[in-house]
């Protein structure tokens, strides 16, 4: 694995090995100690979800699929402005590291969904 927290290498392709030892889940949201501390978003129509990554924004839409103590973790980290970890799911066993960003707000998703937005925590 090539980059760092702050610049991840967008262009290398990462295997669930890669990706683990930081998530620690399989889960889409990695909550330690109640924090949380990465997302595993999926743009893939096929991902059954829809996440959208941009240049300077996130969107992580979570349903009532997720759990609530996962949905509570997103909703304090959205108050405290928490900087969490990243992963987009390429593929099968393909995972590109997209760095930290910002929790900011919650949107009403319809249908009962919230979307996170989040910003790239840039290095100063």
């Known amino acids: 694995m090539t980059g760092s927290a702050d610049s991840p290498s967008p ?25 949380v501390v990465s997302l595993l978003c999926n743009q893939r129509k096929e991902g059954g979800y829809s996440d959208r990554v941009g240049l300077d924004e996130l969107e992580y839409r979570v349903t009532a699929n997720t759990l609530p103590e996962d949905v509570r ?28 960003w910002r929790m900011l707000e919650v949107r009403d998703g319809g249908g009962g969904a919230l979307v996170f937005v989040l910003r790239p925590q840039r290095a100063p």
Do not use: C, F, M, Y
């Open 73 to 100: 973790a997103l909703l304090a980290a959205v108050a405290d402005g928490v900087v969490a970890r990243v992963w987009e799911k390429l593929g099968t066993n393909q995972w590109r590291d997209l760095g930290n």
């Open 11 to 35: 262009d290398v392709v990462l295997r669930w090995s890669d990706v683990v030892p930081i998530h620690r889940s399989w889960r889409g949201v990695s909550v330690i100690e109640g924090k």
